[in-house]
């Protein structure tokens, strides 16, 4: 593995936009994107908030804070040492224009999930990414984990044969009340994700369905080409999406089953993914996430664990400690952002990026997950099966 370091002489200079203040997110980004030493975190507008936004960088310690986004970009531009990429962690209904600017002014951009709040505003980022020749990656970071890495490239390798069922549930209980109810009670960062105009038209898919969709396809390889789905709330009372059951055909034949809800009362994170085919089956759990079950009809389960070296390239690499030493959420989500700045540093090196950041979700896989929303809208509404569009 080639680091930053040796292919450009240099870190990264990373530029922030959002996360600052009580942002569950933002810290995860900078951990995560310091944590394998390919970024160097130099500027930022951490809040919209002109003063909060200065005195949010301040207390961060980045050398240059602004008080917006417009004015980091210019200033930076005119800089020897100025940004290289930005990293966006704001609300769902700014990524648009925040990624719009960066790309303008020829910066590549990671952003959190989901993309945008709707199917054209993301297939118009993705165009602009690729007509400026600029990296676009997306945090979906469960893609992270080296176990799914390693269920990714056990599909691919044939070791479940032809593939025939899936499914994946993502779980939380954060909702199982109605918390609406109290308004002076409900925080800044959850107001925002259940109001419709800022969160966009289905918080449980925006919010938790797009990881689900994304973990799905990245690990099947197989995108998903028909839903029936039953999106909406169970708790009396809420505007807000917070459950969906949608049932699935994939590519190439194989049916699959997603549910996600923000409402199972009790219910911490449980984010799980199985898939079967003609030769066996697979189960991951994010609770266990140092684990693969691997199944075969008539033998006894294997119990693959993360760090081995017999297992698949891609997850060794994706690794950072021997056996038995665990690693999770941090880790994963650092793993998105090495293959970012490894995409990021080969670019700007003239050279290919290595073999394993091409496993980084991108703003294609973004708009991927806006069209599977769209289409979970579509047919709830109607009653019967809708397309997911190509993107």
Avoid at 68 to 92: C, H, K, S, W, Y
Avoid at 370 to 380: D, G, M, N, P, Y
């Amino acid at each position: 593995m080639i680091s930053v370091i040796e292919l450009l002489g240099r870190r990264l200079r990373l530029g922030l936009i959002g996360g600052g203040g009580a942002s569950l997110i933002g810290p995860v980004h900078r951990i995560a994107a310091r944590l394998d030493d390919g970024f160097e975190l130099v500027a930022g507008v951490l809040s919209s908030h002109p003063e909060r936004a200065l005195k949010e960088a301040e207390a961060l310690g980045l050398s240059r804070g602004y008080s917006d986004v417009q004015t980091m970009l210019a200033a930076e531009a005119e800089r020897p040492d100025g940004i290289d990429a930005v990293a966006i962690m704001t609300p769902n209904d700014s990524h648009q224009a925040y990624a719009e600017m960066a790309l303008d002014a020829g910066l590549d951009v990671i952003c959190d999930k989901p993309l945008t709040n709707d199917l054209a505003s993301a297939c118009a980022l993705v165009a602009k990414a690729r007509a400026r020749g600029l990296v676009f990656c997306l945090t979906h970071n469960y893609s992270g984990y080296p176990m799914l890495r390693e269920a990714k490239s056990a599909v691919a390798a044939g070791e479940l044969g032809t593939l025939r069922l899936v499914q994946a549930n993502y779980v939380q209980g954060s909702l199982g009340s109605h918390v609406e109810g109290n308004p002076e009670a409900i925080t800044d960062r959850l107001r925002w994700r259940l109001d419709p105009t800022r969160g966009g038209l289905s918080h449980v898919l925006g919010d938790i369905g797009t990881h689900a969709h994304q973990m799905l396809t990245f690990v099947t390889g197989r995108r998903v080409e028909a839903v029936l789905a039953d999106v909406g709330a169970v708790i009396p009372g809420r505007v807000a999406h917070d459950t969906a059951s949608v049932i699935l055909r994939l590519e190439g034949g194989a049916r699959g089953v997603m549910f996600v809800t923000k409402a199972a009362t009790g219910a911490e994170n449980a984010l799980t993914l199985e898939a079967y085919g003609e030769e066996g089956g697979l189960a991951w759990a994010q609770a266990s996430a140092n684990e693969l079950r691997i199944m075969r009809n008539a033998r006894p389960a294997e119990l693959r664990t993360r760090g081995l070296p017999t297992l698949h390239p891609y997850s060794r690499q994706a690794a950072r400690l021997p056996p038995g030493h665990p690693e999770a959420f941090f880790e994963a989500f650092a793993n998105i952002y090495r293959d970012f700045a490894s995409l990021v540093a080969a670019r700007r090196a003239g050279r290919e990026p290595e073999d394993y950041a091409r496993m980084a979700p991108t703003a294609a896989d973004g708009a991927e997950g806006l069209a599977f929303i769209e289409a979970c809208l579509a047919s709830t509404a109607s009653g019967t099966w809708a397309t997911v569009p190509r993107v």
